[in-house]
């Protein structure tokens, strides 16, 4: 007895063996293999496909072939929520030096397998042809007409011109997810060099406050803990009045302030305490340096983008994607120095001050930073 009608299949993306010159092609082989079953299956009477079969992929563009790594749990999907009859997928190979037929898998929901393999001697699309006639006879499904005839170097050649068609797509800035421009251009630029320097100086430093007074002056964990919380209040006490003024001032202004005083908080925090205890001392850094990124932390966030309002989401991305990038690397390189140090409290204190060395290399840039006041 034939299989309740519609035949609801769903072809996964073929298992493809290309030659190495080949594999930066083999995801547009395999969606344009897709297209060509899906089409082929348009107007079929019984078997349908559905309506994205000729897509079928992952959140990150990844075609699901037999391999992928959450194909059971896709197979298990498409079984009991989709209510699909079977799946199916094509063994391909399209390199010479490792010929093999065509073969079509397929599984069923009760968990059997079947096969159909054509003959090597003919050429690709008669190899798949066969195959999906093997198929539908073995299901009692009404023939389909015979597929376009083509090659194995058709395919090649068609799917070498599609890659080289999304890289030459990738490069124009109406198909791009974030213009190029963001990235390099006027304004922009210097900006994400700000960043990166910022995130590594100033956010860089917050993660190491704790441990610098423990290693360094012998604070316990928890005094060490609160530290951070006179920074959060001068940075809260700061940018709400640098907000309310950034129209009058402008960008450059707070962040040339801003960032010298951050500088001056740092030097502080390295230096060793004059007439305080070590808690102290070290709290009225932090405060100084929490004041020094709230004067300036308005301006950074709002610089540029009113070169571009209509990607103001992705300048934010940007803007914050360069920050962490510093902020890690500034962590990273010190905990990889501290950890070939006997001193590592005197050897952080020096990283101090090259932070601080860090803001005041900012400085020169602040002449090419956009200057804006007022709405826009």
């Known amino acids: 007895m034939p299989l309740p009608y519609?035949?609801?299949?769903?072809?996964?993306?073929?298992?493809?063996?290309?030659?190495?010159?080949d594999a930066?092609?083999?995801?547009?082989?395999?969606?344009l293999l897709s297209l060509?079953?899906?089409?082929?299956f348009l107007r079929h009477p019984v078997v349908t496909l559905g309506d994205d079969d000729e897509r079928f992929g992952d959140e990150q563009g990844r075609l699901l072939d037999a391999n992928h790594p959450l194909i059971?749990?896709?197979?298990?999907?498409?079984?009991?929520?989709?209510?699909?009859?079977?799946?199916?997928?094509?063994?391909?190979s399209l390199d010479r030096t490792r010929p093999q037929a065509t073969l079509l898998r397929a599984r069923l929901p009760n968990g059997l397998n079947d096969e159909w393999t054509s003959s090597a001697d003919l050429k690709l699309s008669q190899q798949i042809g066969q195959c999906l006639g093997q198929w539908l006879a073995a299901r009692r499904l009404p023939l389909v007409a015979s597929l376009p005839e083509f090659t194995v170097e058709d395919v090649r050649a068609a799917g070498d011109r599609l890659g080289k068609g999304a890289a030459m797509l990738s490069l124009r800035?109406?198909?791009?997810?974030?213009p190029p421009k963001l990235l390099h251009g006027s304004g922009f630029a210097v900006m994400n060099i700000i960043n990166f320097l910022y995130g590594s100086a100033a956010f860089g430093f917050a993660a190491l406050v704790p441990l610098y007074a423990t290693q360094r002056f012998g604070i316990r964990t928890l005094e060490s803990g609160t530290l951070l919380s006179a920074r959060a209040i001068g940075i809260i006490t700061a940018s709400t009045v640098a907000t309310m003024l950034l129209r009058r001032t402008g960008y450059r202004w707070p962040m040339a302030v801003g960032f010298s005083v951050t500088a001056g908080g740092l030097l502080a925090m390295a230096a060793s305490p004059i007439g305080l205890s070590p808690y102290t001392w070290l709290a009225l850094a932090a405060a100084l340096t929490g004041l020094g990124m709230g004067v300036a932390s308005p301006a950074t966030n709002n610089a540029s983008l009113q070169l571009a309002p209509e990607h103001v989401a992705a300048i934010a991305g940007l803007r914050g994607m360069f920050r962490q990038a510093g902020s890690i690397t500034a962590v990273s390189v010190t905990?990889?120095?501290?950890?070939?140090?006997?001193?590592?409290?005197?050897?952080?204190?020096?990283i101090f001050a090259v932070f601080a060395v860090v803001m005041l290399c900012t400085l020169p840039f602040m002449r090419l930073v956009p200057e804006h006041r007022g709405g826009w």
């Open 24 to 31: 930066a092609a083999t995801p547009y082989i395999a969606r």
């Open 173 to 178: 800035p109406d198909y791009t997810q974030i």
């Open 72 to 92: 059971e749990d896709t197979v298990d999907w498409l079984f009991r929520i989709a209510r699909r009859h079977e799946v199916l997928w094509f063994e391909i």
């Open 6 to 21: 519609p035949h609801r299949a769903t072809f996964l993306a073929s298992t493809l063996v290309v030659p190495l010159a």
């Open 36 to 40: 060509i079953v899906f089409d082929h």
């Open 335 to 350: 905990t990889a120095i501290l950890a070939r140090r006997a001193d590592p409290g005197l050897t952080q204190g020096h």
